[in-house]
T-cell receptor, first 112, second 111 residues
Framework: NAGVMQNPRHLVRRRGQEARLRCSPM?????VYWYRQLPEEGLKFMVY????????ESGMPKERFSAEFPKEGPSILRIQQVVRGDSAAYFC??????????FGSGTRLTVV | KQEVTQIPAALSVPEGENLVLNCSFT??????LQWFRQDPGKGLTSLLL?????REQTSGRLNASLDKSSGRSTLYIAASQPGDSATYLC??????????FGEGTQLTVNP
């Protein structure tokens, strides 16, 4: 069981480019969650998805951010027109059904 | 709105010492509480999960307790080792299947 797989581990983007972060949940898990950890801050909930459905996106910024979890393939967190303030570690977690979450190793996004 | 506070923010102890990390939360209507460990530049490793109906959980040298009515949890680490050095995060799950995290306690165990 490979656990929650996130890629890339590190991503560098210039201001204005798009960032695409991928997350493959643990085998058998159908719930995916994205969290963001800004420098020197705690983890903050962004979005909760099940296959082909966004369940709760109340933590997502209103503009430039989107997430999907298609029927086939990984969950994608997309950030359009990145700005320096988007630089953070983005973590994905999965569960079969709560309780208990398994986190991936994260994608560290740096916007230059 | 749920808020989670962890005290102390940082702790440095000599090897072999027993220690307690504290977590408090403002809304007692939680489903469960989970303790994680985060190493620098790495992801989160789940340590212990306590469901709302439980009082404590144990795994090896770790023991976590939960007092839901007072909004508190403690993580007890026995006989600390340098390898225990990390940031320890407390997170509570409330309705909607989301975790609210504290900002963590950064633990350093000195040889």
């Amino acid at each position: 069981n490979a656990g929650v797989m996130q890629n890339p581990r590190h991503l560098v983007r210039r201001r204005g480019q798009e960032a695409r972060l991928r997350c493959s949940p643990m085998k058998g898990h159908s719930h995916v969650y994205w969290y963001r950890q800004l420098p020197e801050e705690g983890l903050k909930f962004m979005v909760y998805l099940q296959k082909e459905n966004i369940i709760d996106e109340s933590g997502m910024p209103k503009e430039r951010f989107s997430a999907e979890f298609p029927k086939e393939g990984p969950s994608i967190l997309r950030i359009q027109q990145v700005v320096r303030g988007d630089s953070a570690a983005y973590f994905c977690a999965s569960s079969s059904s709560p309780p208990g979450y398994t986190f991936g190793s994260g994608t560290r996004l740096t916007v230059v | 709105k749920q808020e989670v506070t962890q005290i102390p923010a940082a702790l440095s102890v000599p090897e072999g010492e027993n220690l307690v990390l504290n977590c408090s939360f403002t809304d007692s209507a939680i489903y469960n509480l989970q303790w994680f460990r985060q190493d620098p530049g790495k992801g989160l490793t789940s340590l212990l999960l306590i469901q709302s109906s439980q009082r404590e959980q144990t795994s090896g040298r770790l023991n976590a307790s939960l007092d839901k009515s007072s909004g508190r949890s403690t993580l007890y680490i026995a006989a600390s080792q340098p390898g225990d050095s990390a940031t320890y995060l407390c997170a509570v799950e409330t309705s909607g299947s989301r975790l609210t995290f504290g900002e963590g306690t950064q633990l350093t165990v000195n040889p």
